[in-house]
């Protein structure tokens, strides 16, 4: 983990953030990478109930007609969760930067060098887990520590540590889900022509 990493514990973990429902892990972790990235936003979740409100109210947006630039996107049933195009359009339309969406079945090991290197420019990665069949649901990556991605986990509203060998061979133990399947990763390259807060 890069240096600067730790102090993200300090500014942002310091109560417990968790998912309000069964259904916002995604939300969730938008409205704590924002956390992460803008700290101008903290006082508008400044406390538990306004936090709730702020993932559901997020929630309902990144499921609607339009993404957080207004343009059209393809609405998706809250009921289902936060699908990961919804994700990379609201990560684009809050920091600027092009997000794209890794296929994590193969290549783990590079995908893992890559997600610990958008942390080290405080840039957060969304990834989706699950079971053998299916993703489930979404974590967020903040880092390395000892050979081992520190990970926000939305449905316990904590971090946990996975190692690099149980990130590869797919036993992440995250909430009940073991399989990775797909990061939402940042282009560092490429910066969007026009940046709006959202």
């Not at 290549?107 to 489930?136: C, F, I, Q």
Request: charged letters at 25%; a positive charge; one cysteine or more.
């Amino acid at each position: 983990m890069a240096e600067d990493r730790p102090t993200w514990r300090a500014e942002v973990f310091g109560h417990q953030l968790r998912q309000p429902d069964q259904r916002s892990c995604g939300a969730t972790v938008l409205v704590v990478a924002k956390l992460l990235t803008d700290p101008s936003y903290g006082r508008f979740v400044a406390t538990p109930d306004a936090f709730r409100e702020e993932v559901l109210a997020m929630h309902r947006r990144v499921t609607s007609l339009a993404d957080v630039r207004g343009r059209l996107q393809l609405p998706w049933p809250r009921a289902l969760g936060t699908p990961p195009w919804a994700l990379a359009h609201q990560l684009e339309g809050s920091t600027g930067v092009e997000h794209g969406i890794r296929f994590l079945l193969e290549e783990r090991e590079t995908a893992y060098d890559d997600m610990v290197a958008a942390t080290r420019h405080r840039r957060p990665v969304p990834l989706y887990v699950g079971n053998r069949w299916l993703p489930r649901h979404v974590v967020l990556v903040l880092g390395e520590v000892e050979h081992a991605l520190r990970i926000y986990e939305p449905a316990r509203g904590r971090l946990v540590d996975v190692s690099r060998a149980a990130f590869l061979a797919g036993t992440l133990e995250l909430t009940g889900w073991d399989t990775p399947w797909f990061a939402v990763e940042p282009d560092l390259t490429k910066r969007l022509p026009t940046h709006r807060s959202g």
